[in-house]
């Protein structure tokens, strides 16, 4: 029977764990994080189903310690998983495995290697994603890759809808490519490093908005960082202000100054890069508003826009 340990977080983390259990791998170790007191937690949690399914979890500070390198390669695992787990495997742990170590990434490698693959392919405006099973190297998201899935990004999806399809595209992935792995058949396919570019991760003052940018860039970080990430951040005639869903009217246009109208129950922004936005979700002081009542709020029809206070 092939063996594994699994280094599992998030959607991701859960729903590839269950691929290994349906292929009858025995999973003689889950590893992984405590959640943070400081995050909404949206997502499945990986400890959850390791209960459900009576299998050995533990949450280390420090996977890479030598303690934990020990405690691991006495279980003897053929295989080491990472399934959106948070910290990288150092060369000592990711020689534990004889038949190797495999991560899934979120991303359809090699692009958007790094952190919140998600993320910044949502805000780069890209058409298609995915996910992609690769071997672990010391570099990050740079071994040679054995399978990939792509999905489509349509130009309204958030990245919490982007994300859900990627987990489907690592369940599939994972799925397809297990048989292979398992009887010592799958492919190998050297990545070329020389496309795309590495990723760092992002914090809630990377959601400000820029109003001097064109329409569908403001709306790709809008969608970006929608809920349940922070949101977009501004402010309305010198108030606190999410935007939480745009539509784009038109794309580009003559650069003009940015104004915000408010008019027929709508909320329409003129982007001083070009182009104009339908605002869908607004909040103005942490509540959430309709164009009449942030006219109302404001007091003008054309309230001043600008970064977040």
Request: include cysteine; hydrophobic fraction near 40%; aromatic fraction near 4%.
């Given at each position: 029977m092939t063996s594994a340990v699994v280094f599992a977080y998030h959607n991701?983390?859960?729903?590839?764990?269950?691929?290994?259990?349906?292929?009858?791998?025995?999973?003689r170790l889950v590893v992984t994080h405590e959640d943070r007191p400081t995050e909404t937690i949206w997502f499945d949690r990986v400890a959850d189903v390791a209960r459900d399914f009576d299998l050995p979890c533990i949450v280390p500070?420090?996977?890479?310690?030598?303690?934990?390198?020990?405690?691991?390669?006495?279980?003897?695992p053929d295989f080491l998983f990472s399934f959106y787990f948070r910290q990288m495997l150092a060369a000592p742990l990711l020689a534990v495995a004889p038949r190797g170590a495999l991560?899934?990434?979120?991303?359809?490698?090699?692009?958007?290697?790094?952190?919140?693959?998600v993320n910044w392919a949502v805000l780069h405006g890209e058409?298609?994603?995915g996910a992609t099973l690769h071997y672990m190297a010391a570099k990050p998201d740079a071994g040679d890759m054995v399978a990939q899935t792509a999905v489509p990004i349509l130009p309204d999806d958030t990245a919490r809808e982007v994300l859900d399809k990627v987990t489907v595209a690592a369940e599939l992935t994972l799925d397809r490519a297990l048989p292979a792995l398992m009887a010592g058949t799958a492919p190998r396919v050297p990545l070329d490093l020389?496309?795309?570019?590495?990723?760092?991760?992002?914090?809630?003052?990377?959601?400000?908005?820029?109003?001097?940018?064109?329409?569908?860039?403001?709306?790709?970080?809008?969608r970006a960082?929608?809920?349940?990430?922070?949101?977009?951040?501004?402010?309305?005639?010198?108030?606190?202000?999410?935007?939480?869903?745009?539509?784009?009217l038109e794309p580009s246009g003559e650069p003009r100054p940015p104004r915000l109208l408010l008019a027929d129950g709508r909320c329409v922004v003129e982007c001083?890069?070009?182009?104009?936005?339908?605002?869908?979700?607004?909040?103005?002081?942490?509540?959430?508003?309709?164009?009449?009542?942030?006219?109302?709020?404001?007091?003008?029809?054309?309230?001043?826009?600008?970064?977040?206070?």
């Open positions: 991701v983390g859960v729903r590839c764990l269950k691929v290994l259990l349906a292929h009858g791998v025995d999973v500070a420090d996977v890479n310690a030598d303690g934990m390198v020990g405690r691991i390669r006495a279980l003897a991560n899934m990434h979120g991303s359809l490698l090699p692009k958007y290697r790094g952190r919140v693959p058409r298609e994603t020389a496309v795309g570019s590495y990723f760092g991760g992002r914090t809630p003052e990377d959601g400000r908005i820029d109003w001097s940018r064109p329409a569908a860039q403001i709306h790709n970080l809008v960082v929608a809920p349940p990430y922070p949101g977009a951040t501004t402010s309305v005639a010198g108030r606190p202000a999410r935007v939480l869903r745009t539509r784009v001083g890069g070009g182009g104009r936005l339908l605002v869908l979700a607004l909040e103005v002081d942490g509540a959430a508003v309709t164009a009449d009542e942030a006219a109302r709020r404001c007091g003008s029809a054309t309230p001043a826009l600008g970064g977040a206070p």
